[in-house]
């Protein structure tokens, strides 16, 4: 990323760039940013926008040959082409002799490090990975972000704001969007101020119902599940994430049984390592054995559903209530 920085600084910008990784709203920042210094403003004759996989690879290598017209360069943005995990060899055969006047940018969600394309444009132009960021980074990005606007957040009340919404940056953005249009002309965010208006996400919603079935609240449980289908959540799709729910658990009991490190079943489980202190609890009051029936029912109520012996909504029902008979 500071490489991107210090090329728009100098003016002196690389042939091509593969913007690659997980991270949706940094990704977009650096192409944006990449796009105001490359891109004379409503210059549509030598800017050119591809999404999607079905793009033509010769189409673009034609473009990227022609001359721009009356300007200093021809920039071409690419979206998800794909192309960095097959497909990719004419592209990069191309890279190899690059039309100089031309800018190529590539925005991928997934890549494969051994494609001869990834390889290619590494050794002549710029690949940068945007990961998730850890917690620390994020909560120092909330915190600039707010004081920007004038305003204070305590690092408890930022971690309950991870924990309700999660770590994607372009969910966490527009959620402080929100708190900061709440919170008006005061100073401080308080813990009441992001529970009034920053949406749980779904997986949150499954967490808390997790909990209320381990904690035999069978009432609270339900008004959860009838919640999230308010909330046009498809039953199938609870069932997935009740099902992940309780792989996660058995992942997180197994690892640290095992000896392993907080960072380390953050990493295995896929979550923030903030987070790992709440699936382990969560997984403590549970058995084993339960977990492992859970996800049998889980494939069971999936059954019923698809071969139309049962609806969805009541087959999801009975799965979430048939565990209170453990």
């Given at each position: ?86 497909g990719g060899e ?105 529970e009034a208006v ?92 339960v977990l492992r ?34």
């Amino acid at each position: 990323m500071q490489r991107i920085q210090n090329d728009i600084k100098s003016g002196q910008f690389q042939p091509a760039y593969l913007l690659y990784g997980e991270e949706r709203y940094l990704k977009r920042q650096y192409r944006d940013r990449l796009k105001t210094a490359l891109c004379a403003p409503g210059d549509n004759m030598n800017n050119h926008f591809y999404e999607g996989k079905n793009v033509s690879v010769g189409e673009i290598i034609d473009l990227a040959e022609t001359l721009p017209f009356l300007a200093q360069r021809r920039v071409i943005f690419m979206d998800d082409s794909g192309l960095f995990k097959s497909g990719g060899e004419q592209m990069a055969e191309y890279l190899g002799a690059q039309n100089e006047s031309t800018v190529l940018i590539f925005t991928e969600s997934e890549v494969d490090k051994r494609s001869k394309l990834f390889k290619t444009l590494q050794g002549k132009g710029c690949a940068v990975e945007f990961a998730a960021q850890d917690e620390k980074t994020l909560k120092r990005w909330v915190a600039g972000t707010l004081g920007k606007e004038g305003k204070k957040i305590t690092e408890n009340t930022v971690e309950l704001l991870l924990n309700k919404i999660g770590t994607d940056m372009e969910n966490i953005h527009t959620e402080l969007e929100k708190l900061i249009c709440y919170c008006m002309d005061r100073e401080v965010v308080e813990p009441q101020d992001v529970e009034a208006v920053c949406a749980t996400r779904i997986s949150n919603r499954i967490f808390d119902m997790v909990t209320a079935i381990a904690e035999k609240r069978q009432k609270d449980a339900l008004e959860l599940y009838y919640d999230l289908l308010t909330l046009k959540e498809p039953p199938m799709r609870i069932l997935f994430l009740i099902a992940r729910q309780c792989n996660l658990l058995l992942q997180a009991r197994a690892m640290k049984s095992k000896g392993a490190s907080n960072k380390e079943i953050a990493s295995g489980l896929g979550v923030p390592p903030f987070a790992v202190g709440k699936y382990l609890s969560q997984a403590s009051r549970f058995k084993s054995a339960v977990l492992r029936r859970a996800l049998s029912r889980c494939v069971e109520a999936e059954e019923t559903v698809k071969t139309g012996r049962m609806n969805d909504v009541m087959s999801v029902e009975i799965l979430i209530v048939s565990v209170f008979e453990e």
